[in-house]
């Protein structure tokens, strides 16, 4: 791994101890459906059992305590396509501090609420990402609130990244890590991490098809616009960013692929994580499953590590899906 990449393994550990007892180490389930189906041990990492109910807590926590007292004492800011606010407004609210969120209008319901109620401030502003990152950027101008990324800095990733060493901790022979990845701030840490552990386990990044910003960017050489379009994995909505410093480069560099997946067959893994694991997945904390669900996964070699991301799905919406729809926003994509 280079050495010159933003976020180092020493950047992880540090991490680690920063947050120790704010979130929690999460469990490393055994899954025997996909374990005989693979002809490996694969386990799924729960960190959808996550406080908050993302691994989003751990980058969140991590920033909020890397700042100074009086930057707390502002506030801070971020753009998030839910699970980041959520996660934010718990850690600010931790340590005495106020978050405000800015949303687009394709966040669903129950994640704009859930962030209202941990008492952070809600804007709802446009109809991307990118919308509502320009509205942080006034605020922060306007009110000199401190910004808090959702992925694209040090702080964020080298907390994401301690997921990666309890993943090598509880699988210590992992031959395979298998990761959602949106604007890359999981997907660097932990690739980051893992393959400081263990240099010769792949890492394969997750996605689905509809505005798959990270695969668009690295097939540009750079950072790359997409259009946002409504999907069961709205979590991996968003792009990387024109000006991203930290994660394109580091997926870039760490990450061995990056798989896309339909809206069908992300429904089949939400349906596998129910019916076969007895676990209530967002769409993208279901990828992974969804991958080996769809015979995408090649070269198996070794066990395999599932992060499960999530769970903050609207439960209709989950209803819906267990009923059979693979495919709920397909007008509204069209």
Do not use: W
């Amino acid at each position: 791994m280079s050495v010159s990449l933003p976020v180092t393994i020493d950047d992880i550990e540090v991490a680690a101890r920063r947050i120790s007892g704010r979130v929690l180490t999460t469990p490393l389930a055994m899954s025997g459906s996909l374990s005989e189906l693979c002809g490996v041990p694969v386990g799924l990492k729960l960190e959808h059992h996550q406080t908050t109910g993302s691994f989003k807590l751990r980058g969140a926590t991590n920033a909020v305590l890397s700042l100074s007292a009086g930057d707390r004492a502002l506030g801070v800011i971020a753009a998030s396509t839910g699970n980041h606010g959520r996660a934010l407004a718990h850690a600010a609210k931790a340590e005495g501090s106020v978050a405000t969120i800015c949303m687009s209008h394709l966040v669903p319901v129950n994640k704009v609420s859930e962030i209202r109620r941990l008492g952070a401030n809600v804007r709802i502003v446009g109809n991307s990402q990118d919308e509502a990152q320009e509205e942080v950027e006034r605020l922060v101008a306007e009110n000199g609130l401190v910004m808090v990324p959702p992925f694209d800095h040090p702080a964020i990733v080298a907390g994401q990244g301690t997921l990666g060493l309890e993943v090598v901790a509880q699988m210590p022979d992992v031959a395979m890590v298998l990761v959602p990845v949106s604007g890359g701030g999981l997907a660097a840490g932990v690739a980051a991490a893992v393959k400081a552990r263990r240099p010769a386990t792949r890492v394969i990044g997750l996605t689905m098809e509809r505005g798959a910003a990270m695969k668009a960017s690295f097939a540009a050489g750079g950072p790359a616009l997409v259009d946002e379009q409504p999907s069961l994995a709205d979590s991996l909505g968003g792009g990387i960013g024109l000006d991203n410093r930290v994660t394109f480069r580091m997926c870039r560099e760490l990450l061995d692929d990056i798989i896309l997946l339909t809206e069908a067959e992300i429904a089949a893994g939400m349906r596998h994580a129910y019916a076969e694991e007895r676990e209530i997945v967002e769409g993208a904390g279901a990828v992974g499953i969804s991958a080996l669900l769809a015979g995408k996964i090649k070269d198996i070699d070794g066990p395999i590590a599932v992060i499960i991301s999530g769970r903050n799905v609207d439960m209709d919406l989950h209803l819906r899906v267990m009923n059979g729809e693979t495919d709920p926003f397909r007008e509204e994509a069209a």
